[in-house]
């Protein structure tokens, strides 16, 4: 038997004792009126020492460490909103409870009772005259200074992480701002959040491959839905101009640093308006968030400096190739040719990809990469944007943007597609694609193109990827950081 196999038994042992003495190991009736904030905020300018007349806090917590002194302990203990020192003594809580309070150990959680002082060393502590056990726990905590460092430990037991790593817990605090930050700037400017089906008859709004579930009542399969898109348009034809979601996507890709199967995106679409109206809006939106959440436009991301209040650079994809990726503008009407440079540069392409799908490879490869400070990328080809509107003045093009920040693809953009003719023959040449191999390919909506030919306002539509923005704003490298409970494969019982 291990070390801390031992050490659960003598847990076990140690729980069936305090059971047997007749004490609830779980107990339903503790009522704390303080959390460590409160008790913080409460003596500010209270004086060092203890009187009659000081406030008396009942708080609770899981014992970080105690350091025990024969008739005298100190405790560390913890809850949602900090850390505080406790000094238990076996003449104030009483010697049957202080005994009760030395059977306990390190992640119990306890309630305690008693008022504010300053130790000789300085220290707020509470000096505890109640002490109550309120949840016994089993399994030890890691160790106090080596904690949870394994990455893939740390993944598949986010509950220790986030008792053990404080900087764990600081960034899911500042991913719940973020997004209310969001819902905030778009609230403000009259969008109304919707839901939309997460099951879909048909999936739709994105190139990708869905994952497939059966409805058994309905005895018809179902798709988890790889974007909102076509359900918030359609909400756009029934009148809503202006409406969002913060959702859950769901897409059968590969599991990377930048991927997980399972994302939250926000999406938004806005009657009148046009792609470039968008950028402006998102200029506007990120330099609100980040003001929100850090205080500052400005913000250090993975050894970089990033400028969120400085001007962002436009740029279209052809002179972006050019200037970072050194194609030739003249090479990208050439399909061999540029077949023969992505060769060159190790990047697989099936050789039976349309040009724009090729053009967009080597972009993402070449390019992206190196758009470090914030630049909004133009002028996608139409064969790899199946729902942008085509340009008027070149129409081999779309009036479509995507944003790069720091090197990762943020947001896509574009002023929609409602023309149900044009739309309809885009998912044909997408069907086409599917039946020559294209996995991703957008299926066939007929009733979305029903719902087209009632007429749609000139929109325009984007979807941020949200896990991605706060990688950014928390200066994580690896997406998996950012999301509490990632996918990863099985783990391997030994």
């Excluded at 160790?143 to 893939?152: A, Q, T």
Aim: proline residues 4%; glycine residues 6%; hydrophobic residues 35%.
């Amino acid at each position: 038997m291990d070390k801390k196999s031992e050490i659960i038994e003598k847990r076990k042992q140690k729980l069936k004792g305090l059971k047997n003495n007749n004490i609830n190991l779980f107990p339903n009736d503790f009522e704390v009126s303080h959390t460590v904030r409160d008790i913080k905020k409460a003596i500010e300018g209270m004086p060092d020492s203890l009187t009659e007349d000081d406030p008396v806090f009942v708080t609770a917590g899981r014992m970080m460490a105690i350091n025990r002194f024969g008739k005298s302990s100190f405790i560390r203990f913890k809850d949602r909103t900090g850390q505080l020192q406790a000094y238990v003594r076996n003449d104030k809580i009483g010697i049957e409870d202080y005994d009760l309070f030395k059977k306990l150990d390190i992640g119990d959680f306890v309630g305690l009772r008693g008022g504010m002082f300053k130790t000789k060393t300085g220290e707020w502590t509470l000096l505890v005259k109640e002490l109550r056990l309120v949840c016994k726990s089993t399994r030890p905590l890691p160790e106090k200074f080596h904690g949870l460092r394994d990455p893939e430990k740390r993944y598949r037991r986010r509950y220790i992480d986030l008792i053990m790593n404080s900087e764990v817990r600081d960034i899911f605090l500042k991913r719940t701002k973020i997004i209310q930050a969001l819902r905030t700037f778009l609230l403000e400017r009259d969008f109304l959040e919707v839901e939309t089906p997460m099951m879909q008859p048909i999936p739709g709004g994105a190139e990708a491959t869905p994952f497939v579930t059966h409805h058994k009542t309905l005895g018809m399969d179902l798709f988890l839905r790889i974007a909102p898109e076509l359900y918030l348009k359609r909400l756009i034809i029934g009148g809503f101009e202006r409406v969002f979601e913060i959702n859950r996507n769901f897409r059968n890709e590969g599991v990377s640093s930048r991927h997980n199967p399972e994302f939250t995106m926000l999406e938004f679409y806005q009657a009148y308006a046009t792609y470039e109206d968008l950028m402006d809006l998102t200029e506007k939106m990120f330099r609100y968030v980040a003001r929100e959440v850090l205080g500052s436009t400005s913000f250090h991301y993975q050894g970089d400096t990033i400028h969120l209040g400085a001007e962002w650079r436009r740029i279209t994809l052809t002179s972006a190739l050019k200037e970072f990726g050194g194609v030739d503008a003249k090479m990208l009407k050439n399909r061999v040719k540029l077949l023969e440079l992505a060769a060159t540069c190790g990047i697989k392409i099936k050789k039976s990809g349309r040009l724009g799908k090729i053009i967009t490879k080597l972009f993402d490869v070449l390019v992206e990469p190196k758009l470090l400070q914030p630049t909004f990328v133009t002028g996608y080809p139409v064969e790899v944007s199946p729902l942008s509107r085509r340009s008027d003045t070149t129409p081999e093009l779309t009036d479509r943007f995507e944003l790069f920040i720091a090197g990762h693809e943020i947001a896509n953009g574009f002023s929609e597609l409602n023309d149900p003719v044009d739309q309809k023959d885009r998912f044909l040449q997408q069907t086409a694609d599917r039946e020559a191999g294209d996995e991703d390919a957008h299926y066939m909506d007929e009733d979305y193109i029903e719902a087209l030919e009632y007429g749609m306002p000139p929109t325009a539509g984007e979807g941020i990827g949200i896990d991605r923005l706060v990688m950014l704003l928390t200066d994580v490298a690896s997406i998996r950081e950012v999301i509490l409970f990632p996918h990863m494969k099985p783990h391997q019982q030994k």
